[in-house]
Protein backbone atom coordinates (compact mmCIF):
# COMPACT_ATOMS: atom_id res chain seq x y z
CA UNK A 1 0.00 0.00 0.00
CA UNK A 2 1.28 3.32 -1.52
CA UNK A 3 1.23 5.00 2.44
CA UNK A 4 2.36 1.84 4.75
CA UNK A 5 5.27 2.89 6.44
CA UNK A 6 6.11 -1.15 7.01
CA UNK A 7 6.22 -1.93 2.90
CA UNK A 8 7.95 1.43 2.84
CA UNK A 9 10.97 -0.18 4.14
CA UNK A 10 10.84 -2.85 1.92
CA UNK A 11 10.48 -0.88 -0.60
CA UNK A 12 13.62 0.98 -0.01
CA UNK A 13 15.51 -1.90 0.25
CA UNK A 14 14.33 -3.12 -3.28
CA UNK A 15 15.22 0.30 -4.60
CA UNK A 16 18.52 0.50 -2.73
CA UNK A 17 20.13 -2.91 -3.76
CA UNK A 18 18.35 -2.08 -7.13
CA UNK A 19 16.30 -5.43 -7.13
CA UNK A 20 14.19 -5.78 -10.10
CA UNK A 21 10.49 -6.25 -8.51
CA UNK A 22 7.09 -5.51 -9.12
CA UNK A 23 4.34 -4.34 -7.00
CA UNK A 24 0.86 -5.46 -5.96
CA UNK A 25 -1.07 -2.66 -4.02
CA UNK A 26 -3.71 -4.39 -1.82
CA UNK A 27 -6.68 -2.16 -0.44
CA UNK A 28 -6.37 -2.54 3.47
CA UNK A 29 -10.13 -1.70 4.16
CA UNK A 30 -11.18 -3.67 1.27
CA UNK A 31 -9.10 -6.99 1.08
CA UNK A 32 -9.22 -9.43 -1.78
CA UNK A 33 -10.15 -12.77 -0.40
CA UNK A 34 -7.30 -14.22 -2.03
CA UNK A 35 -4.86 -12.31 -0.34
CA UNK A 36 -5.42 -14.32 3.07
CA UNK A 37 -3.66 -16.86 0.91
CA UNK A 38 -0.44 -15.15 1.27
CA UNK A 39 -0.39 -13.37 4.87
CA UNK A 40 -2.75 -15.02 7.47
CA UNK A 41 -4.43 -11.43 8.77
CA UNK A 42 -4.21 -10.05 5.30
CA UNK A 43 -1.26 -7.70 6.62
CA UNK A 44 1.67 -6.43 4.42
CA UNK A 45 4.32 -6.12 3.12
CA UNK A 46 4.50 -9.78 2.09
CA UNK A 47 7.03 -10.56 -0.60
CA UNK A 48 6.34 -13.67 -3.10
CA UNK A 49 9.15 -15.09 -5.31
CA UNK A 50 9.05 -16.79 -8.69
CA UNK A 51 9.16 -20.11 -6.32
CA UNK A 52 5.69 -19.16 -4.55
CA UNK A 53 8.02 -18.62 -1.32
CA UNK A 54 6.27 -15.65 0.92
CA UNK A 55 8.02 -13.93 3.36
CA UNK A 56 6.27 -11.60 5.31
CA UNK A 57 6.98 -8.90 8.83
CA UNK A 58 8.92 -5.93 7.54
CA UNK A 59 12.06 -6.38 9.36
CA UNK A 60 12.20 -10.56 8.15
CA UNK A 61 11.58 -9.64 4.60
CA UNK A 62 13.88 -6.85 4.97
CA UNK A 63 16.77 -9.34 6.08
CA UNK A 64 15.92 -11.58 3.35
CA UNK A 65 16.60 -9.33 0.33
CA UNK A 66 19.68 -8.24 2.04
CA UNK A 67 20.78 -12.35 2.06
CA UNK A 68 19.01 -13.58 -1.27
CA UNK A 69 19.99 -10.61 -3.71
CA UNK A 70 23.69 -9.65 -4.64
CA UNK A 71 25.32 -6.26 -4.49
CA UNK A 72 25.41 -4.07 -1.75
CA UNK A 73 25.34 -5.36 1.29
CA UNK A 74 23.11 -3.07 3.43
CA UNK A 75 23.50 -5.38 6.86
CA UNK A 76 27.10 -5.28 7.90
CA UNK A 77 29.01 -8.37 7.25
CA UNK A 78 30.99 -8.35 11.06
CA UNK A 79 28.39 -10.44 13.77
CA UNK A 80 28.69 -7.87 16.26
CA UNK A 81 27.94 -4.87 13.75
CA UNK A 82 24.85 -6.91 12.43
CA UNK A 83 23.85 -8.02 16.46
CA UNK A 84 24.17 -3.95 17.09
CA UNK A 85 22.13 -2.63 14.09
CA UNK A 86 19.25 -5.28 15.49
CA UNK A 87 19.59 -4.01 19.16
CA UNK A 88 19.39 -0.70 17.82
CA UNK A 89 16.15 -1.67 16.48
CA UNK A 90 14.73 -2.33 19.73
CA UNK A 91 15.54 1.29 20.76
CA UNK A 92 12.90 2.42 17.54
CA UNK A 93 9.78 -0.16 19.10
CA UNK A 94 7.87 2.52 20.37
CA UNK A 95 7.94 4.82 17.94
CA UNK A 96 5.94 3.68 15.39
CA UNK A 97 2.83 2.96 17.70
CA UNK A 98 3.24 6.44 19.01
CA UNK A 99 3.39 8.44 15.45
CA UNK A 100 0.22 6.80 14.81
CA UNK A 101 -1.22 7.55 18.11
CA UNK A 102 -0.57 11.20 17.87
CA UNK A 103 -1.88 11.30 14.20
CA UNK A 104 -4.96 9.66 15.66
CA UNK A 105 -5.33 11.77 18.36
CA UNK A 106 -4.79 15.05 16.20
CA UNK A 107 -7.38 14.04 12.97
CA UNK A 108 -9.95 13.20 15.89
CA UNK A 109 -9.07 16.47 17.13
CA UNK A 110 -7.69 15.40 21.04
CA UNK A 111 -4.92 16.55 22.87
CA UNK A 112 -1.88 14.95 22.38
CA UNK A 113 0.71 16.32 24.89
CA UNK A 114 1.66 13.01 27.04
CA UNK A 115 2.35 11.58 23.62
CA UNK A 116 4.27 13.66 22.00
CA UNK A 117 6.01 13.86 25.31
CA UNK A 118 6.67 10.30 25.26
CA UNK A 119 7.80 10.16 21.49
CA UNK A 120 10.41 13.24 22.17
CA UNK A 121 11.78 10.62 24.79
CA UNK A 122 12.13 7.88 22.16
CA UNK A 123 13.98 10.66 20.19
CA UNK A 124 16.55 11.37 22.73
CA UNK A 125 17.51 8.06 23.30
CA UNK A 126 18.03 7.62 19.48
CA UNK A 127 20.00 11.25 19.77
CA UNK A 128 22.19 9.89 22.60
CA UNK A 129 22.99 7.03 20.02
CA UNK A 130 24.07 9.27 17.55
CA UNK A 131 25.93 11.53 19.89
CA UNK A 132 28.25 8.67 21.44
CA UNK A 133 28.57 6.94 17.77
CA UNK A 134 29.58 10.31 16.69
CA UNK A 135 28.12 9.56 13.19
CA UNK A 136 26.23 10.60 10.29
CA UNK A 137 24.15 7.70 10.22
CA UNK A 138 22.81 4.63 12.74
CA UNK A 139 25.12 1.93 11.25
CA UNK A 140 28.29 4.37 10.57
CA UNK A 141 29.25 7.18 8.04
CA UNK A 142 27.40 5.18 5.52
CA UNK A 143 23.58 4.47 5.08
CA UNK A 144 22.75 1.27 6.45
CA UNK A 145 19.91 -1.48 6.91
CA UNK A 146 19.08 0.32 10.42
CA UNK A 147 18.50 3.82 8.77
CA UNK A 148 16.54 1.94 6.07
CA UNK A 149 14.49 0.33 8.53
CA UNK A 150 13.92 3.85 10.77
CA UNK A 151 13.04 6.30 7.94
CA UNK A 152 9.54 5.60 7.36
CA UNK A 153 7.96 6.96 10.05
CA UNK A 154 10.80 10.03 10.38
CA UNK A 155 9.48 11.03 6.82
CA UNK A 156 5.64 11.01 8.10
CA UNK A 157 6.28 13.65 10.77
CA UNK A 158 5.93 16.36 9.16
CA UNK A 159 3.04 15.41 7.51
CA UNK A 160 1.15 14.07 10.68
CA UNK A 161 2.02 17.27 11.92
CA UNK A 162 4.34 16.16 14.96
CA UNK A 163 7.40 17.27 13.12
CA UNK A 164 8.05 19.67 16.34
CA UNK A 165 8.92 16.58 18.25
CA UNK A 166 12.48 16.65 16.94
CA UNK A 167 12.85 20.14 18.05
CA UNK A 168 15.45 19.02 20.90
CA UNK A 169 17.33 16.71 18.70
CA UNK A 170 19.88 18.12 16.31
CA UNK A 171 21.67 14.93 15.90
CA UNK A 172 18.54 13.71 14.67
CA UNK A 173 17.44 16.39 12.63
CA UNK A 174 21.11 16.21 10.67
CA UNK A 175 20.35 12.63 10.18
CA UNK A 176 17.07 13.26 8.65
CA UNK A 177 18.52 16.00 6.52
CA UNK A 178 21.42 13.48 5.38
CA UNK A 179 18.86 10.92 4.61
CA UNK A 180 16.88 13.28 2.30
CA UNK A 181 20.10 13.58 0.25
CA UNK A 182 20.18 9.59 0.00
CA UNK A 183 19.08 8.83 -3.63
CA UNK A 184 16.99 5.63 -2.29
CA UNK A 185 15.26 7.83 0.19
CA UNK A 186 14.66 10.39 -2.32
CA UNK A 187 13.33 8.41 -5.28
CA UNK A 188 10.66 6.84 -2.93
CA UNK A 189 9.36 10.52 -1.00
CA UNK A 190 5.96 10.67 -1.14
CA UNK A 191 4.39 14.19 -2.29
CA UNK A 192 3.14 15.65 1.07
CA UNK A 193 -0.10 16.98 -0.53
CA UNK A 194 -0.84 13.37 -1.92
CA UNK A 195 -0.47 12.30 1.55
CA UNK A 196 -2.59 14.74 3.14
CA UNK A 197 -5.14 13.67 0.57
CA UNK A 198 -4.65 10.14 1.66
CA UNK A 199 -5.13 11.04 4.81
CA UNK A 200 -8.09 13.13 4.55
CA UNK A 201 -10.13 10.45 2.97
CA UNK A 202 -8.12 7.53 5.38
CA UNK A 203 -9.87 9.22 8.12
CA UNK A 204 -13.09 9.56 6.74
CA UNK A 205 -13.05 5.57 6.43
CA UNK A 206 -13.38 5.91 2.36
CA UNK A 207 -12.22 3.34 0.67
CA UNK A 208 -10.66 5.19 -1.93
CA UNK A 209 -8.59 6.28 0.32
CA UNK A 210 -5.64 4.02 -0.81
CA UNK A 211 -5.48 5.29 -4.56
CA UNK A 212 -5.56 8.97 -3.68
CA UNK A 213 -3.78 10.63 -6.15
CA UNK A 214 -3.01 7.67 -8.92
CA UNK A 215 -4.01 9.20 -12.17
CA UNK A 216 -5.89 5.97 -13.93
CA UNK B 1 35.27 -18.30 40.29
CA UNK B 2 31.61 -18.40 38.47
CA UNK B 3 29.55 -20.17 36.58
CA UNK B 4 26.54 -22.12 36.26
CA UNK B 5 25.38 -22.54 40.34
CA UNK B 6 27.41 -19.39 41.09
CA UNK B 7 25.56 -16.68 43.49
CA UNK B 8 23.96 -13.71 41.75
CA UNK B 9 26.12 -10.55 42.13
CA UNK B 10 23.89 -7.96 43.45
CA UNK B 11 23.97 -4.01 44.52
CA UNK B 12 27.05 -3.40 45.68
CA UNK B 13 29.57 -5.96 44.11
CA UNK B 14 32.38 -4.97 42.23
CA UNK B 15 32.22 -5.12 38.89
CA UNK B 16 33.84 -8.00 37.24
CA UNK B 17 37.11 -7.73 35.28
CA UNK B 18 37.62 -7.79 31.90
CA UNK B 19 36.69 -11.44 29.82
CA UNK B 20 40.22 -13.47 29.39
CA UNK B 21 41.27 -14.28 25.67
CA UNK B 22 39.34 -17.63 24.53
CA UNK B 23 35.97 -17.33 26.57
CA UNK B 24 32.75 -15.39 26.44
CA UNK B 25 31.32 -14.31 29.65
CA UNK B 26 27.24 -14.28 29.65
CA UNK B 27 25.42 -12.84 32.48
CA UNK B 28 22.61 -14.69 33.27
CA UNK B 29 20.12 -15.81 35.67
CA UNK B 30 19.47 -19.48 36.71
CA UNK B 31 15.81 -19.38 36.39
CA UNK B 32 15.76 -17.01 33.61
CA UNK B 33 13.88 -18.28 30.51
CA UNK B 34 15.49 -15.22 28.19
CA UNK B 35 18.70 -16.26 29.40
CA UNK B 36 18.41 -19.91 28.58
CA UNK B 37 17.71 -19.64 25.39
CA UNK B 38 21.20 -18.35 25.41
CA UNK B 39 22.61 -21.08 27.65
CA UNK B 40 21.17 -22.90 25.07
CA UNK B 41 22.89 -21.93 22.20
CA UNK B 42 26.11 -21.87 23.69
CA UNK B 43 25.97 -25.41 24.98
CA UNK B 44 24.48 -26.75 21.69
CA UNK B 45 27.64 -25.12 19.44
CA UNK B 46 30.26 -25.92 22.24
CA UNK B 47 31.18 -22.30 23.03
CA UNK B 48 33.58 -22.31 26.01
CA UNK B 49 31.99 -19.55 28.44
CA UNK B 50 31.35 -18.33 31.91
CA UNK B 51 28.64 -17.48 33.70
CA UNK B 52 28.05 -14.55 35.96
CA UNK B 53 24.77 -14.50 37.47
CA UNK B 54 22.91 -11.09 38.36
CA UNK B 55 20.28 -10.63 41.39
CA UNK B 56 17.49 -9.14 38.96
CA UNK B 57 15.95 -8.07 42.29
CA UNK B 58 19.07 -5.86 43.55
CA UNK B 59 20.63 -5.41 40.77
CA UNK B 60 24.56 -4.14 40.94
CA UNK B 61 24.91 -0.45 39.42
CA UNK B 62 27.73 -1.80 37.17
CA UNK B 63 24.86 -4.00 35.25
CA UNK B 64 23.40 -0.78 33.75
CA UNK B 65 26.90 -0.41 31.97
CA UNK B 66 26.73 -3.81 30.56
CA UNK B 67 22.80 -3.32 29.15
CA UNK B 68 21.15 0.10 29.64
CA UNK B 69 17.83 -2.36 29.99
CA UNK B 70 19.12 -4.05 33.38
CA UNK B 71 18.33 -7.24 31.56
CA UNK B 72 19.59 -10.57 30.80
CA UNK B 73 21.34 -12.17 29.11
CA UNK B 74 24.00 -9.77 27.46
CA UNK B 75 27.06 -11.26 25.97
CA UNK B 76 30.55 -9.74 26.74
CA UNK B 77 33.50 -10.89 24.93
CA UNK B 78 36.92 -10.30 25.43
CA UNK B 79 36.99 -7.32 23.03
CA UNK B 80 34.95 -6.17 25.45
CA UNK B 81 31.75 -5.83 22.92
CA UNK B 82 28.05 -6.14 24.54
CA UNK B 83 25.24 -7.69 23.33
CA UNK B 84 21.75 -8.14 24.37
CA UNK B 85 18.27 -8.61 23.66
CA UNK B 86 17.77 -13.22 23.89
CA UNK B 87 17.09 -13.71 19.99
CA UNK B 88 20.13 -10.85 18.94
CA UNK B 89 22.59 -12.73 21.09
CA UNK B 90 21.61 -16.26 19.94
CA UNK B 91 21.83 -15.04 16.73
CA UNK B 92 25.69 -13.56 17.42
CA UNK B 93 26.81 -17.00 19.05
CA UNK B 94 25.81 -18.75 15.30
CA UNK B 95 26.93 -16.34 13.16
CA UNK B 96 30.33 -15.25 15.41
CA UNK B 97 30.89 -18.94 16.52
CA UNK B 98 31.98 -22.20 13.92
CA UNK B 99 30.54 -25.89 14.59
CA UNK B 100 26.82 -26.31 13.55
CA UNK B 101 25.12 -24.05 11.96
CA UNK B 102 21.64 -23.35 14.31
CA UNK B 103 19.86 -20.93 11.77
CA UNK B 104 20.28 -22.17 7.88
CA UNK B 105 21.96 -20.57 5.43
CA UNK B 106 19.50 -20.49 2.61
CA UNK B 107 17.58 -17.35 2.75
CA UNK B 108 14.58 -18.13 2.43
CA UNK B 109 14.63 -21.60 5.10
CA UNK B 110 16.55 -18.04 7.44
CA UNK B 111 13.13 -16.18 7.03
CA UNK B 112 10.99 -19.16 8.05
CA UNK B 113 12.25 -19.38 11.06
CA UNK B 114 11.97 -16.17 11.69
CA UNK B 115 8.50 -16.26 10.79
CA UNK B 116 7.57 -18.97 12.90
CA UNK B 117 9.43 -17.42 15.87
CA UNK B 118 7.25 -14.16 15.48
CA UNK B 119 3.80 -16.89 15.85
CA UNK B 120 5.31 -17.72 19.43
CA UNK B 121 6.32 -13.66 20.48
CA UNK B 122 2.60 -13.83 22.65
CA UNK B 123 3.65 -16.59 24.62
CA UNK B 124 6.07 -15.41 27.72
CA UNK B 125 3.52 -12.78 28.46
CA UNK B 126 0.97 -14.81 28.65
CA UNK B 127 2.90 -17.29 30.76
CA UNK B 128 3.96 -14.50 33.11
CA UNK B 129 0.70 -13.26 33.31
CA UNK B 130 -0.64 -16.54 34.42
CA UNK B 131 2.48 -17.01 37.08
CA UNK B 132 1.21 -13.84 38.63
CA UNK B 133 -2.41 -14.41 38.57
CA UNK B 134 -2.63 -18.29 39.01
CA UNK B 135 -3.15 -18.12 43.09
CA UNK B 136 -5.95 -15.33 42.54
CA UNK B 137 -8.65 -15.56 39.82
CA UNK B 138 -10.07 -17.50 37.71
CA UNK B 139 -7.29 -17.83 34.91
CA UNK B 140 -9.49 -19.60 32.52
CA UNK B 141 -9.09 -16.65 30.25
CA UNK B 142 -5.43 -16.44 30.32
CA UNK B 143 -5.05 -20.29 29.59
CA UNK B 144 -7.73 -19.96 26.88
CA UNK B 145 -5.49 -17.43 24.87
CA UNK B 146 -2.30 -19.35 25.56
CA UNK B 147 -4.37 -22.66 23.76
CA UNK B 148 -4.71 -20.30 21.27
CA UNK B 149 -1.74 -19.60 20.57
CA UNK B 150 0.23 -23.00 21.10
CA UNK B 151 -2.58 -23.85 18.13
CA UNK B 152 -0.33 -21.89 15.98
CA UNK B 153 2.40 -23.73 16.25
CA UNK B 154 0.91 -26.90 16.23
CA UNK B 155 0.02 -25.94 12.56
CA UNK B 156 3.33 -25.32 11.30
CA UNK B 157 4.42 -28.71 12.49
CA UNK B 158 1.43 -29.89 10.98
CA UNK B 159 2.03 -28.44 7.35
CA UNK B 160 5.67 -29.28 7.84
CA UNK B 161 5.31 -32.60 8.38
CA UNK B 162 8.72 -32.50 10.32
CA UNK B 163 9.20 -33.02 14.54
CA UNK B 164 11.13 -29.93 14.93
CA UNK B 165 10.22 -26.69 14.03
CA UNK B 166 13.02 -26.29 11.41
CA UNK B 167 12.88 -29.99 10.02
CA UNK B 168 14.18 -33.13 10.84
CA UNK B 169 16.60 -31.82 12.87
CA UNK B 170 16.71 -29.43 15.67
CA UNK B 171 17.57 -25.49 14.84
CA UNK B 172 17.15 -21.91 16.43
CA UNK B 173 13.23 -21.89 16.66
CA UNK B 174 13.68 -25.34 18.66
CA UNK B 175 15.81 -23.73 21.43
CA UNK B 176 14.39 -20.39 21.60
CA UNK B 177 10.90 -21.06 22.58
CA UNK B 178 11.68 -24.39 24.69
CA UNK B 179 12.24 -22.47 28.05
CA UNK B 180 8.92 -21.58 28.17
CA UNK B 181 7.91 -24.94 27.68
CA UNK B 182 9.52 -26.14 30.50
CA UNK B 183 8.07 -24.01 32.24
CA UNK B 184 4.29 -25.42 31.59
CA UNK B 185 4.41 -28.50 33.74
CA UNK B 186 5.51 -26.43 36.54
CA UNK B 187 3.15 -23.74 36.24
CA UNK B 188 0.43 -26.63 36.15
CA UNK B 189 -0.20 -25.56 32.58
CA UNK B 190 0.35 -28.78 30.97
CA UNK B 191 -3.50 -28.86 29.80
CA UNK B 192 -2.41 -26.35 27.63
CA UNK B 193 -1.25 -28.86 25.07
CA UNK B 194 -3.77 -31.24 25.47
CA UNK B 195 -5.37 -30.29 21.91
CA UNK B 196 -1.58 -29.91 20.49
CA UNK B 197 -0.67 -33.60 20.18
CA UNK B 198 2.62 -32.32 17.91
CA UNK B 199 3.86 -30.21 20.43
CA UNK B 200 3.78 -32.59 23.05
CA UNK B 201 5.65 -35.10 20.67
CA UNK B 202 7.89 -32.15 20.02
CA UNK B 203 8.57 -31.55 23.73
CA UNK B 204 9.51 -35.37 24.26
CA UNK B 205 12.02 -35.23 21.48
CA UNK B 206 13.13 -31.48 22.94
CA UNK B 207 14.22 -33.29 26.34
CA UNK B 208 16.12 -35.81 24.44
CA UNK B 209 18.56 -33.33 23.32
CA UNK B 210 21.83 -33.47 25.20
CA UNK B 211 21.96 -29.67 25.07
CA UNK B 212 18.33 -29.66 26.81
CA UNK B 213 18.60 -31.91 29.13
CA UNK B 214 21.92 -30.64 29.90
CA UNK B 215 19.84 -27.54 31.23
CA UNK B 216 16.61 -28.83 32.65
CA UNK B 217 16.32 -26.92 35.51
CA UNK B 218 15.30 -28.51 39.04
CA UNK B 219 11.11 -28.34 39.21
CA UNK B 220 11.65 -28.02 43.00
CA UNK B 221 14.44 -25.09 42.58
CA UNK B 222 12.27 -23.23 39.89
CA UNK B 223 8.85 -23.90 42.24
CA UNK B 224 10.88 -22.26 45.45
CA UNK B 225 11.94 -19.45 42.88
CA UNK B 226 9.18 -18.82 41.81
CA UNK B 227 7.73 -18.24 45.11
CA UNK B 228 10.07 -15.72 46.42
CA UNK B 229 10.33 -14.03 42.86
CA UNK B 230 6.53 -13.31 43.28
CA UNK B 231 7.10 -11.86 46.77
CA UNK B 232 10.29 -9.51 45.15
CA UNK B 233 12.83 -11.38 47.46
CA UNK B 234 16.39 -10.13 46.53
CA UNK B 235 17.04 -13.97 47.73
CA UNK B 236 15.10 -15.56 44.92
CA UNK B 237 17.69 -15.77 42.44
CA UNK B 238 19.84 -17.47 44.35
CA UNK B 239 17.17 -20.27 45.63
CA UNK B 240 18.42 -23.86 46.27
CA UNK B 241 22.44 -22.72 46.36
Redesign the interface.
Known amino acids: MRFCPYAHRTRLVLRAKGIRHEVININLRNKPEWYYTKHPFGQIPVLENSKCQLIYESVIACEYLDDAYPGRKLYPYDPYERARQKMLLELFYKVPHLTKECLVALRCGRECADLKLALRQEFCNLEEILGYQNTIFFGGDCISMIDYLFWPWFERLDVYGIADCLNHTPALRLWTAAMKQDPTVCALLIDKNIFLGFLNLYFQNNPDAFDYGLTC | MSGASARSLAKGSAPPGPVPEGLIRVYSMRFCPFAQRTLLVLKAKGIRHEIININLKNKPEWFFKKNPFGLVPVLE?SQG?L???SA??C??LD??YPGKKLLPDD??E??CQ??VF?LFSKVPSLVTSFLRRRNEEDCSGLKAELRKELSKLEEVLTNKKTTFFGGSSLSMTDYLIWPWFERLEILELNDCVDHTPKLKLWMAAMRQDPAVSALLTDPKALRGFFNLYLQNSPEACDYGL
Do not use: D, G
Open positions: NQIYEITEYEAPYKAKME
